[in-house]
Structure formats: C-alpha cells, structure tokens
C-alpha cells in the first residue's frame, strides 16, 4: 500500500517535511535558550532588590586605564548586584540622557559621575526628571548635587548597547544612549564600566527625582514561542503522514469519502430473491 512513498515525488515531500521540522526544532530550541536567559535576568533583577549591598569592588573591577578609559564590564553575574560607595559628586560633569521614560512621560535621566577616593569615578543614574516647558527634548534644571561625601546605594546596570553620540548643549553633556564607554571619553578621570541606579543616598537625593524603574524582560513570550515552534514540528510530521495514509487508502480502494457511491451503484436484491 506505501510502496508509493519511494517515488521521487514522495521522497522530495518527505524530505522537505524532515527540513522543515528541523528548522522548526531549533528555532523553539533557541527560543528556549532566549528564555532561559531571559529568566536568569529576571531573577538577577529580584535578587538584586533584595540583597544588602556590597562594597563596589565586589560587584565591579577599578578601571585601570588613565583619564577618559573606561574599566571592564562587569561579569553578568555581577550586573544588579546592589553595591554602597562613598565619594564625592562632580556636578560640573553632569550628563543629561534625553527621551527616557517614566510612567509614560518622556524627560531626562541624570547621571552624575561620583568621583572616589583613589582618583577613579562612577557614573550614578540619580533618577529622573521632566523637561523644560517647551518640548520633551527641553533640558530641565537639574536639582544641585550634594557637597562633600555621597554614600550611595544603588544597582549595577550594565553599560546600553549602541556607542551613542554625545553632545554638549547648553554646556551640559547630553546623550541618548548611557554608553559608558563613549562617554568616559568625555570625562576628566578613568570611569567604571557599568553604571549604577540609585536607591538611597545620604545626604538625601532631592525629592524632585523620581527612581527609574527596572522592567522585568517578558521571558514567558518566549516560551510560548518554544511551544508554538514545537507544535509546528509535529503539525509538520503529522500532516504528511495523514496525506499519505489517505493516498494509500485511495490507491487501495478504500477512500471512505467514496464508500457511499460505490454502494448506491449496487443493485437492490429483488423481493423474490
């Protein structure tokens, strides 16, 4: 009955089916290495929220080169570790990082870098602020950094992808991307590789701040992707054995569709039969 399946016709199907199966397979396997990812991230994040903050150089490495050189990234398992520094705010480098939003209105995040004792720097995300009446890309005023020793508490965030332009506007440095790297080269002293988002500060960070949020990355997507990929696998499979059980069905003679005209074509027994 099956014979058929080795015609040139049938093996070509066959194999573009096996092809197709398999692409699908390792597409729900890379959404499942995206997921797992993804998931790791997340429980970074909640990890990080909870923990008590470490010195900074258990989370990152000082950066080694001179002034303008940005330090190592830190490893990812480091990335939202919660760390404490102290040292002191240079407001004169302050960097204005434009089109970021905060429950849904578009202003400015302000970094500061916080200058330590050995010389080195650390840019700090003190928080956000609203633009200037006029435009969301009008620069606001900047509360004023606190003098003298900063402890900050915050969460190491990992340097933005993108090198990012920056600008000085207005004699403030302004950027779209936090690409610590290309903005160390803006500055008068070696920076740390990732940045850090504020927590707590003491003296008290100025109410006009509001904290940047920290999304969780929606890894559950993708394992609805992995079940979707999965499932057209075995959609796949399974469609070409149906077509070829109902051919083999037809060249038998067996075709269910046809079983009520082949009996309609018969006969009636005679009564006297």
Known sequence: MYRFLLSPRWLGALALTLVAAAVMVWLGNWQLDRYRGRTEVNERIDAGQRMSPVPLTEAMSAPGGGAGKAGPAPAKDKVWTRITVTGRYDPTNTVLVRGRTVDSRVGFEVLTPLVLADGTALLVDRGWIPPAPGGATAQPPVPVAP?????????????????????????????????????????????????????????????????????????????????????FAVMALFGYGWVARREARRAAGLDTERKPLDRAAEPTPSASA
């Open 147 to 231: 003098t003298g020793d900063v402890t900050v508490v915050g969460r190491v965030h990992e340097t933005e992808s993108g090198a990012g332009t920056v600008d000085r506007r207005d004699g403030r440095l302004e950027t779209r991307r936090i690409a610590v790297p290309r903005l160390a080269g803006e500055l008068p002293y070696p920076v740390y590789g990732a940045y850090v988002l504020l927590d707590e500060q003491t003296p008290a960070a100025d109410p006009a701040f509001k904290a940047v949020s920290v999304g969780h990355a929606n890894n559950w997507q993708n394992f609805g992707y992995v079940v979707q990929w999965w499932l």
